[in-house]
T-cell receptor, first 115, second 118 residues
């Protein structure tokens, strides 16, 4: 059962544009929501993360918006650059049950930024 | 500072064989988690260890096992390999499981071990 749904599957943006990736979750035990960036042949790199008591977090060109009531969160990449071209994964941490600390990942979004 | 290291980088095995993958966490981190990433999908949780004890297990068969050593490094073992076990195996380290401080359970991934089963 997929507990974190990510969209779109792929995204093409022009240099300087805004990239927006959305995720939705069902499990109310999730208490931490990171975003990872992954380049081909590499492991995922932690980009930015948010906790559910905060509605927005910004780090440089990257912003997470979080809507607790809708159980949705999104990543905005401002002034997108060709070097941002990668696969992005949203994730959620399970704070309860037998898999304490487990990260559940979305399916990923392949971002292509054209120069 | 050294990040998470994993060995080997690549591995080719035959169906039915056994494999051992190794991970060294970031210095000072006490928790290690293992994930399997099949091509085109997000990582899937396999195990989490903290202070040498298993603290979480994903939906994987008993052919998968792991352990954590006193120096917090970890091994993932897979027995009776199947073609479907071909994947990128990722290790992630975190400072702790839960701690009332920022960043205590942020998980940092290593480069992974690419396992191909033929």
């Amino acid at each position: 059962q997929q507990q974190v749904k990510q969209s779109p599957q792929s995204l093409i943006v022009q240099k300087g544009g805004i990239s927006i990736i959305n995720c939705a979750y069902e499990n109310t035990a999730f208490d931490y929501f990171p975003w990872y960036q992954q380049f081909p042949g590499k492991g995922p790199a932690l980009l930015i993360a948010i906790r559910p008591d905060v509605s927005e977090k910004k780090e440089g060109r990257f912003t997470i918006s979080f809507n607790k009531s809708a159980k949705q969160f999104s990543l905005h990449i401002m002034d997108s650059q060709p070097g941002d071209s990668a696969t992005y994964f949203c994730a959620a941490r399970d704070a309860g049950g037998t898999s304490y600390g487990k990260l559940t990942f979305g399916q990923g979004t392949i971002l292509t930024v054209h120069p | 500072d050294a990040g998470v290291t994993q060995s080997p980088t690549h591995l080719i095995k035959t169906r039915g064989q056994h494999v051992t993958l190794r991970c060294s966490p970031i210095s000072g981190h006490k928790s290690v988690s293992w994930y399997q990433q099949v091509l085109g999908q997000g990582p899937q949780f396999i195990f989490q260890y903290y202070e040498k004890e298993e603290r979480g297990r994903g939906n994987f068969p008993d052919r998968f096992s792991a352990r954590q050593f006193p120096n917090y490094s970890s091994e993932l073992n897979v027995n009776a390999l199947l073609l479907g076990d071909s994947a990128l195996y990722l290790c992630a380290s975190s400072l702790a499981l839960n701690f009332p401080g920022q960043g205590a359970y942020e998980q940092y991934f290593g480069p992974g071990t690419r396992l191909t089963v033929t």
